[in-house]
């Protein structure tokens, strides 16, 4: 068993956080301020909103908005009592898996993923302004390649799902998923009574066509009460059960399951407060079904009658399959008017991270200088290292709390 609830030094506030004499007013303050036109945080990812990533002592970038305003840094603690008895539901791509990885792990060990993947056989190249290493001593929840030697996917799944013991997540993250062709991957977390009960999970959409099947088995309640435990012979039995295709919910495609009539799979999510969605590393969505899923989306986070509740639609992150398809000006044009048509609003993901994407390498990968800008970004043509993901949570924790003091 692969043990991995290590916990990375609690850092210190960063220099955005101590600096009080900043002239610019918090994010918290133009949200909370009455009748505030930014009340809704839309303006933290919109493309008007300069983005500068700062660069940290070990390598890592700080995501700041130096002509906006400052973001909140929130403590696990913070973010649990925001999102207390709060349900979130991340559909998408290994972009939003990792995203949902992030932040299930910050909420269990109150800190963020080690920044940087597992060191290599050099030693860890990335140290922080305290003097401590950044990278994982052992696989990364955020890095499938860090896997390869443990096991692969199987290792990282039964690790993610309890294991024997309970693993990284101490029994309370649930994943019904294999890995095979086609791939079953579905999680959930709840975080303990005294963090607040907050749930999140994650639903994959595999696939270049769109159209493909969705389908995968019901989550048995085990996250709730910390007993998860995703054994290599339970593992087994899922992957003989994805191969005589025995499961507890098949659907055509996404939007059936997703469907305005309710369905199987929309039970396993009851009460869903806040829902995600993103498709563009599997190619560019299609206008129809984009409108369809956005309004199913905003039907299952109560429509117009929860009005606390919120659904977005999650523009995909740079990297080299995304400019390939030119999928910034489909997502940010015609997908982010079905957004907002829908009721829904439009995460600009795309925006935020617009500088990595002259950072970008093509396949195959050239020879590594560990000066290059790219190798503390990507650790593959397509995934960030974890740092990126804590950032993007951070960003998100900004958007769905800092207006909760008024409500």
Known sequence: MILLNEQPPQGKASASENHHSDPLPTCEELMQHPFSPFADGAFLTRKSTLVVWKMRPDGSRELTLPMTCRLKRYTANQAGKCLKNKNLLFVGDSLTRYQFLSFTYFLEHKNWPSRFRMATKRACNHVDEHGNKACSTLPNVCAEGDWLK???WPAFYQELGGGTDGAVYNGRMECQSVEDDPRVDNCRYISSKEDGRTRLSYASELGWIGTERFRGWNFTGCSHNATCRYTPERYKQNK???ENNVFDWDYPNIITAFGPNGTTFQEQHPDTNFILYNRGLWG????????EMMASIYRMTGGGDKQSNRC????????????DRDLDSWEYGPVRKAAYEAGCEFFDIAHVTAEFAH????HPIPPRNLLFEYKNIFWD????????YEELNTLLLNVLCNRQELE
């Open 150 to 152: 443990y096991g692969g």
């Open 359 to 362: 950072m970008l390498f093509h």
């Open 284 to 291: 560019k969505i299609r206008l129809e079904k984009a409108k």
């Open 312 to 323: 977005f639609f999650k523009s995909t992150t740079g990297c080299q399959r995304s400019r």
């Open 381 to 388: 043509a397509l995934h960030y290292v974890p740092w990126v």
């Open 240 to 242: 003989k059960r994805l």
